[in-house]
């Protein structure tokens, strides 16, 4: 076997375990990741929003972030 098979072993292995680790996450734990992303992002774009504004904007775009982010990780896996 060559140098770059067991590379590629070595990377697949270490991104299941990286999916394995984001699972293993309580709901409470991932949707406060999630809620902290949305914000970080928002606070590059508008630094001038309440604490209300914040809550509606984790509401609305929650799901879409937690449904890229599972994609984007099994995407990954399956290139």
């Known amino acids: 076997m060559k140098i770059r098979n067991y ?3 070595f990377l697949i292995i270490t991104w299941m375990l990286v999916i ?3 699972s293993n996450q309580t709901g409470t ?3 406060g990741l999630s809620s902290k992303i949305i914000i970080s992002v928002d606070e590059i774009f508008n630094k001038d929003l309440t604490t209300k504004e914040k809550e509606e904007l984790v509401d609305k775009y ?3 972030v937690r449904k890229g982010a599972h ?3 099994y995407f990954i ?3």
Request: net charge positive; proline share 0%.
């Open 62 to 64: 929650k799901v879409i």
């Open 77 to 79: 896996l399956g290139t």
């Open 29 to 31: 734990s991932s949707s």
């Open 20 to 22: 394995f680790n984001f």
């Open 7 to 9: 590379i590629n072993i």
């Open 71 to 73: 994609f984007c990780a």
